[in-house]
T-cell receptor, first 113, second 114 residues
């Protein structure tokens, strides 16, 4: 079934650790996004990509980095996690057609202690 | 920069009543307006969308209206049910060409009281 898959779904890590949140989509979409969201609050765009080897920073400044080596894969990395990074991270994708609806993954809940 | 204002931030209605959420966008080039519902602990999911060449769209108890001149669009939920309780986000997008932007509103927490 076409979907957006995120791993891990839940993670608790210590301060200073490096973490990579994985995101893969089988939707065949060109555009991919990472949003940061505290529970029930605003969706903040932190990174987006229009295609392979294309990455841009979003509206909310983030210490994370992303890469897009394959169309279906868009991982997000935090080199040194801090408690302020505790949040939910939502990966999303959209097609490059007229109906450019964004579809979200189930999210990765990150807690940094 | 472009933004989307969404009101109200919280809304409580009695079961069976109607709920209306309003959004205003600033980018006049926006041409696609989706609405998402996010239940507690779940991902945002598309519930209805409308394009700039249409003034109104309805899907069972949910409808969306668009006023391009005023740059307003609204979500209407009739005969509300407890399962409608969620956070709703509007968004405005200018399409796929040029500087592509997808801007979300700040969300409305809807509570349907049984």
């Amino acid at each position: 079934e076409a979907d957006i898959y995120q791993t891990p779904r839940y993670l608790v890590i210590g301060t200073g650790k490096k973490i990579t949140l994985e995101c893969s989509q089988t939707m065949g979409h060109d555009k991919m996004y990472w949003y940061q969201q505290d529970p029930g609050m605003e969706l903040h765009l932190i990174h987006y990509s229009y295609g392979v080897n294309s990455t841009e920073k979003g509206d909310l400044s983030s210490e994370s980095t992303v890469s897009r080596i394959r169309t279906e894969h868009f991982p997000l990395t935090l080199e040194s996690a801090r408690p302020s990074h505790t949040s939910q991270y939502l990966c999303a994708s959209s097609e490059s057609q007229l109906r450019n609806t964004i579809y979200f993954g189930e999210g990765s809940w990150l807690t940094v202690v | 920069g472009e933004n989307v204002e969404q009101h109200p931030s919280t809304l409580s209605v009695q079961e069976g009543d109607s709920a209306v959420i309003k959004c205003t966008y600033s980018d006049s080039a926006s041409n696609y307006f989706p609405w998402y519902k996010q239940e507690l602990g779940k991902r945002p999911q598309l519930i209805i969308d409308i394009r700039s060449n249409v003034g109104e769209k309805k899907d069972q108890r949910i409808a969306v209206t668009l006023n391009k001149t005023a740059k307003h669009f609204s979500l209407h939920i009739t005969e509300t049910q407890p399962e409608d309780s969620a956070v709703y986000f509007c968004a405005a997008s200018r399409g796929t060409s040029g500087t592509y932007k997808y801007i979300f509103g700040t969300g409305t927490r809807l509570k349907v009281l049984a």
